[in-house]
């Protein structure tokens, strides 16, 4: 094949074109935004001529209701986390832990499961097992959330009574009013000694980690504290032949960072040796609800008999008395009757 040679009508051609196509771009960008232009325009008219069904100034979006701190960010899902979790969370095991590596909580959690597991002789204690969890928790936020779970009444805020808004009712965890009424506690302290959150607060100290049960099993207790925090003879270890896993040094490194420091029971809190002693109750809840029933009975049946016998009691001195009266009274009747009478 030949080889090419440049022609120079064929580099004018070229030159030619190559100026008309840039030619026709400044016009085609003016064609779209004069569309873009006039598009806009209409939708503007468009909208103002739907002035009608304007929104008022004041709406306040069902979806999105005024807090008192963004409720987009990680704090705030973290806040209402929490409180919900204080609130549906009838026992909470509060530890302190020591920098624990990914791998020694899923060595530690996996323990716990197992325990956990052993118990569960009916479907409602499955059920149970199922829902305990481990988790590492924000301090400070978990310190608010307790606030509010403390100080903060829902029932006790007015509803809006301004614009559209009126008879709504904005008394979430987010709100100002949830927001004020923690920070009216902080400034009185004299107020916070005596409370829950009082003698919980000196406890939200360091990184800090929860164990949550859906419900107060005092064996499910027992089986968690004999693995995370043991104590002979009320809380042994699990044997090396029943737990093999145990001994694994991962996990034994893991409890030793990990310190229980209290527990939140039905809204009381408790220190380590009160969450022993409702973890030692034998027999759990039922036991002690028949101890109490036999309590209250015995203590009805002191007082029945107690009241029969001062009844008793009065009784037989009021018959003592009778027949000793009688027996005084015979003599004098002897001697009034005539000789004859005797006689005969």
Known sequence: MPPRLRCPASASLTASIS?????????????????????YATSLSSKSSLGGLRLPDDYVPPTKPPTARPPEVRKAQLLRTYTSLLRSTPLILVFQHNNLTALEWAAVRRELRLALAAISSNPDDALVTADVKLQIIRTRI??????????FDPSSVAPVKSGSNKNRVYNHDLSKAAYKAIKSVSEEPEKVADTAYGQLSPLMVGPLAVLTFPAVSPAHLAAALSILAPQAPAFPAPSRKKSPGYYDPTVQNALQKLLLVGGRIEGKVFDVDGVRWVGGIEGGLDSLRAQLVYLLQSAGLGLTSAL??????????????????????????????????KKE
């Open 142 to 151: 978990f310190d608010v959330a307790l606030k509010i779970v403390e100080f």
């Open 308 to 341: 029969e016998g001062a009844s008793k009691s009065l009784w037989l001195t009021m018959e003592s008395r009778r027949s000793v009266l009688e027996e005084e009274s015979k003599p004098a009747e002897a001697a009034a009757e005539p000789d004859g009478e």
């Open 19 to 39: 100026r008309s196509a840039v030619s026709s771009r400044p016009a085609m960008l003016a064609i779209a935004s004069t569309s873009s232009t006039r598009s």
